[in-house]
């Protein structure tokens, strides 16, 4: 079968990537020899990871979490939340457009609708498609962190976090100010039609306000472009914002809105080469309220209600639009009651939720499904160097009944900075409606489809300091009932099926280090490095005797490997150096190599990005080529 032979390829390095993987070696060496004398900094370690119940700081995980702190956001070269996501080892960021235009996100060899994005611990998923879960209405200004939890997390999180969930947090506001940022970039390649140079700008603005029973945050945002090649112009705009009024001494609320118009020529997005004349508006609104209170000494409330809607206008030929156009209108609306109790022999976290999910769509119909769940969790941490936590998410949706998802992990701390951990946890991923009701010429939706459920369990060695970050680890996944489009013969149409069990195993190796301010190495003010390589074996073991072509099964990442080196200079200048390698199955492996460049001033800054700086050709999804090598100068101001 076409799918055993794709599974059956082996991992090889070309030399030009070994060259990059020496050079990155050699820098982060060179990094970490010259930090003889250091002041005492700590910026990962800090960070509390938000579960909505049971929160813990970065270093006391348990389980394999990757953060994205506001430091590194700072110096990464990226674009947008996307391109900062595909440095996190273990995601899989697949593009359709540059700058974030489309963008699917999964993990460890997952599809791009298995992984559970929140904002503010608000689920952003959609019931319609994951293609749409990105569509954010907040920029990299905006962000204060970024949690990217690995392995199945139905325990926490609840259903359609099979492989793992990214929560997005914002900044806490707390002083009051204004920033700027704006910013313009090319390829200076031309359009052979028009002869018009593809080029982008972007307007970024956030106001912030500080008072004695309140804060505040707004941001807005513009960004536009004619594209890289034929049809792939984008114009977005975004709003957000977020207050917090404190209502007593340990009361407050938390109230949070966004909106997001993104209009994008996508040639080649989902049904190449046909729809080299497509054209898609997404527009994506979300609001939560949530309240906090202390009923007693020992006992927090957090209810909490939020509100996502998300309108998709697809036209298959943006010059005939009454012909091929697909509208969908999605609805969601959950209500959650998160409690947390201290007690003398643990903590307790303790909570239910409500959500309905509509759509009304001109190819999907009218569809609606409830879901409904109750959620325990016990943290034990009596026993020195000891933690424990344990818990089970059950699950009840209209359209498929009960279903619960147990959970565990356990860390034992040595040495110090040393800890052995190991966690269990389950998951499901409900099929969305355009797997269950599409209706196309080359794609038929299937409503006889089940959940997907999966069994995780993961060991591994991690190192916390002030300074030095290690983590090695080794996970084995089983996904059942696994949703693929699949069909028999070329000619065929597509159609979801619950085409096969997958097992995938895989390890990861990560590495980070950075300084305080150094005093004598001169000429640096500090330096970072970090390096991370993650391995993936799936195993496909097919229920479907009569498909034999596959779509997502035979796409996922084999070996990912990132490596990035940030250096301050004088006070006065910052550098970064980043690179990264990906193998996908059935895709020509890729290195591309980015940089920024950072000249500083006290309230403001210069800098300038170079992506792809190599003008590698690839692909990450479909038959798109991504864009080559892409300027970009900005300039950032903070008052």
């Given at each position: 079968m076409l799918v055993n032979l794709l599974y059956s390829q082996h991992f090889s390095l070309h030399m030009n990537t070994k060259k990059v993987l020496y050079t990155f070696g050699l820098l982060l060496f060179t990094a970490v020899a010259a930090t003889a004398q250091t002041d005492t900094t700590t910026y990962l370690n800090e960070v509390i990871v938000k579960e909505n119940r049971l929160q813990l700081p970065f270093s006391r995980q348990n389980r394999n979490i990757w953060i994205i702190d506001n430091q590194q956001i700072r110096r990464l070269p990226a674009r947008s939340l996307s391109e900062l996501l595909s440095y996190a080892t273990g995601v899989?960021?697949?593009?359709?457009?540059?700058?974030?235009?489309?963008?699917?996100?999964?993990m460890d060899g997952g599809t791009f609708d298995q992984t559970l994005v929140l904002?503010?611990?608000?689920?952003?998923?959609?019931?319609?498609?994951?293609?749409?879960?990105?569509?954010?209405?907040?920029?990299?200004?905006?962000i204060d962190h970024i949690e990217v939890l690995r392995g199945a997390s139905s325990r926490i999180y609840g259903i359609n976090a099979l492989t793992g969930a990214i929560n997005i947090v914002t900044k806490t506001?707390?002083?009051?100010?204004?920033?700027?940022?704006?910013?313009?970039?090319?390829?200076?390649?031309?359009?052979?039609?028009?002869?018009?140079?593809?080029?982008?700008?972007?307007?970024?603005?956030?106001?912030?306000?500080?008072?004695?029973?309140?804060?505040?945050?707004?941001?807005?945002?513009?960004?536009?472009?004619?594209?890289?090649?034929?049809?792939?112009?984008?114009?977005?705009?975004?709003?957000?914002?977020?207050?917090?009024l404190n209502l007593g001494k340990t009361d407050y609320l938390d109230v949070m809105a966004g909106y997001i118009h993104n209009n994008f020529g996508a040639n080649g997005y989902y049904s190449a080469p046909g729809d080299k004349e497509a054209e898609e508006t997404v527009k994506t609104?979300?609001?939560?309220?949530?309240?906090?209170?202390?009923?007693?000494?020992?006992?927090?409330l957090m209810p909490r209600i939020s509100y996502r809607n998300n309108v998709d206008d697809y036209l298959y030929i943006k010059q005939?639009?009454?012909?091929?156009?697909?509208?969908?209108?999605?609805?969601?609306?959950?209500?959650?009651?998160?409690?947390?109790?201290?007690?003398?022999?643990?903590q307790f976290g303790l909570g239910l939720e409500a959500r309905t999910e509509k759509i009304n769509s001109t190819n999907l119909g009218k569809r609606?499904?409830?879901?409904?769940?109750?959620?325990?969790?016990?943290?034990?941490?009596?026993?020195?160097?000891?933690?424990?936590?344990?818990?089970?998410?059950?699950?009840?949706n209209s359209d498929y009944g009960w279903q619960a998802f147990p959970g565990i992990d356990a860390g034992y701390t040595f040495y110090g900075n040393w800890k052995l951990f190991v966690n269990v946890g389950t998951g499901q991923r409900l099929p969305t409606y355009t797997d269950l009701y599409y209706k196309g010429p080359t794609n038929i939706g299937n409503d006889q489809l089940q959940p997907e459920k999966s069994r995780y369990a993961e060991g591994g060695i991690k190192y916390n300091s002030d300074h030095f970050v290690l983590n090695g680890s080794l996970f084995k996944r089983r996904v059942s009932n696994f949703i693929d489009w699949v069909k028999t013969t070329v000619n065929d149409p597509w159609q979801p099926e619950n085409f096969s069990q997958i097992n995938t195993m895989g390890y990861t190796i990560s590495a980070d280090y950075q300084t305080g301010v150094l005093h004598h190495a001169y000429p640096f003010n500090g330096l970072s490095a970090g390096i991370a390589y993650t391995n993936l074996d799936p195993?496909?073991?097919?229920?479907?005797?009569?498909?034999?072509?596959?779509?997502?099964?035979?796409?996922?990442?084999?070996?990912?490997?990132?490596?990035?080196?940030?250096?301050?200079?004088?006070?006065?200048?910052?550098?970064?150096?980043?690179?990264?390698?990906?193998?996908?199955?059935?895709?020509?492996?890729?290195?591309?190599?980015?940089?920024?460049?950072?000249?500083?001033?006290?309230?403001?800054?210069?800098?300038?990005?170079?992506?792809n700086i190599f003008d590698v050709n690839y692909i990450q999804a479909g038959a798109v080529p991504m864009p080559g090598v892409w300027a970009t100068l900005g300039y950032k101001v903070s008052l």
């Open positions: 899989d960021v697949r593009e359709r457009g540059p700058g974030g235009v489309q963008a699917d996100i999964s904002l503010n611990g608000v689920k952003v998923s959609d019931p319609q498609t994951g293609h749409n879960m990105m569509n954010l209405p907040i920029s990299m200004d905006d506001v707390s002083k009051t100010g204004v920033s700027a940022n704006v910013f313009t970039g090319s390829s200076f390649k031309q359009d052979e039609l028009s002869g018009d140079t593809y080029a982008n700008y972007g307007i970024r603005a956030t106001g912030t306000l500080a008072l004695n029973g309140s804060s505040h945050l707004f941001s807005a945002g513009q960004e536009a472009g004619n594209g890289y090649r034929y049809n792939t112009a984008f114009n977005n705009q975004k709003l957000y914002y977020q207050g917090k609104a979300i609001a939560s309220v949530a309240y906090k209170t202390s009923i007693s000494s020992f006992w927090t005939t639009p009454d012909q091929f156009h697909n509208h969908h209108i999605t609805q969601v609306l959950s209500a959650e009651l998160n409690n947390t109790f201290d007690t003398k022999i643990g609606d499904r409830d879901n409904a769940g109750f959620y325990g969790e016990y943290k034990f941490d009596l026993i020195s160097n000891l933690l424990i936590n344990a818990g089970t998410y059950v699950n009840y195993v496909v073991k097919t229920t479907l005797a009569e498909a034999n072509i596959s779509r997502y099964a035979v796409e996922s990442l084999r070996n990912q490997l990132s490596t990035t080196v940030n250096a301050e200079l004088l006070d006065v200048m910052a550098i970064t150096l980043t690179a990264r390698y990906c193998e996908r199955i059935n895709y020509k492996a890729y290195t591309i190599m980015d940089a920024r460049l950072t000249f500083k001033q006290r309230r403001s800054s210069i800098y300038v990005d170079a992506s």
